[in-house]
C-alpha cells in the first residue's frame, strides 16, 4: 500500500509499504510495515533495518492499497510477539543490549516492563540487569526511572 504519513515533527511524507502487522501500545493503534523503497530507507537512522518500521495508524492521512503482492517466507514471517517484547514506546531503530543497575527494592517491575531482561547479579547496591531491545524508546523509559537506575 501507498500512504501518506504526518511525522512528529508534522512533516507529511509518502511510503510505499509491505504492512504485516497491527498494536496496540501508548493508547494508540500502530501499523508495523516494511519499506518498499530502498531510496526511502536510505534516510533512516538505520538504513538496512532488517525489523519493519512504526507507523502511528491515526497520523496516517491517506492510503491506497496497490495491485501488487509481496512475499515473505515463513522462516523471515515477522513474529509480533517478539518485537513486542523489545519495544518500549513504540520507538523503532537498532536492537541492541543494554546493561543497568536497578536500586529499587524490588525488580519485578522492571522484568515485567522489559520481557527479555534478566537479572545477572545482586549486591549491596541494587540488581545489575541486561535486556535487548529496540530503538530509543528504552533511553526514555530509563530516564523516567530516576536515581533507581544506573546505566553500566
Do not use: C, H
Not at 500512504?3 to 509499504?17: A, E, S
Not at 491506497?64 to 518485537?83: S, V
Amino acid at each position: 500500500m501507498t500512504i501518506t504519513y504526518q511525522k512528529n515533527d508534522g512533516q507529511n511524507v509518502k511510503r510505499t509499504i509491505n504492512p504485516v502487522g497491527i498494536m496496540f501500545s501508548e493508547f494508540y493503534f500502530y501499523l508495523t510495515a516494511f519499506i518498499d523503497d530502498s531510496k526511502k530507507r536510505a534516510e533512516f537512522r538505520v538504513p538496512d533495518d532488517v525489523f519493519p518500521t512504526i507507523y502511528r495508524i491515526d497520523r496516517i492521512l491517506r492510503y491506497k492499497k496497490e495491485d501488487k503482492y509481496f512475499d515473505i517466507p515463513y522462516k523471515n514471517k515477522f513474529e509480533e510477539g517478539e518485537f513486542r517484547k523489545r519495544v518500549q514506546f513504540m520507538y523503532g531503530g537498532k536492537l541492541r543490549v543494554i546493561r543497568f543497575k536497578y536500586k529499587g527494592e524490588n525488580p519485578e517491575s522492571v522484568l515485567d516492563r522489559l520481557p527479555t531482561s534478566k537479572i545477572i547479579s545482586q549486591d549491596e547496591e541494587g540488581y545489575t540487569i541486561t535486556a535487548e531491545v529496540f530503538g530509543d524508546g528504552i533511553d526514555m523509559w530509563i530516564r523516567s526511572q530516576g536515581d533507581l537506575i544506573e546505566i553500566l
